[in-house]
Nanobody
C-alpha cells in the first residue's frame, strides 16, 4: 500500500523545536522530489520546504529560512523537517507530499505539482 505518514507534531512553546517525520511505504521515497507544506486555519496552503531527488537541491520559504531544515534518511524511507525557534505563526497542519513525475522541486512551492499527500500532523506553537 502506497502511503505517506507524517508524525512528530505537537504543542511547543515559542522558541522551541520539533522534528517532523514523513515515512513512506510502498515505494522508494529517495527517487521522488518531496515537499513540506502547511495550512493554518483560514489560510491557504503554503510551501515550507522541498528537496529534489536528483541532486538533493533544497528550498525553503523565506519565513522559515535559517530555522527549518529538510533532510532525507533513505535507509528509513523517511524525510524529516527539523524546525527550530518556532513561533506562533508556525502553527498549522503540516503535510508532506511527493511529485510523482518529476525528480526536482522548485521554490515556487506550487502544491498542484504534488501528486500524493500524507494526512498531515498538527503543530501548535503557544505559551
Amino acid at each position: 500500500q502506497v502511503q505517506l505518514v507524517e508524525s512528530g507534531g505537537g504543542l511547543v512553546q515559542p522558541g522551541g523545536s520539533l522534528r517532523l517525520s514523513c515515512a513512506a511505504s510502498g515505494f522508494p521515497l529517495e527517487y521522488y522530489a518531496i515537499g513540506w507544506f502547511r495550512q493554518a486555519p483560514g489560510k491557504e496552503r503554503e510551501g515550507v520546504s522541498c528537496a529534489s531527488s536528483d541532486d538533493n537541491t533544497t528550498y525553503y520559504a523565506d519565513s522559515v529560512k535559517g530555522r527549518f531544515t529538510i533532510a532525507r534518511e533513505n535507509a528509513k524511507n523517511t524525510v524529516y523537517l527539523q524546525m527550530s525557534n518556532l513561533q506562533p505563526e508556525d502553527t498549522a497542519i503540516y503535510y508532506c507530499a511527493i511529485r510523482g513525475f518529476y525528480s526536482y522541486c522548485s521554490e515556487t512551492f506550487n502544491h498542484q505539482e504534488y501528486d500524493f499527500w500524507g494526512q498531515g500532523t498538527q503543530v501548535t506553537v503557544s505559551s
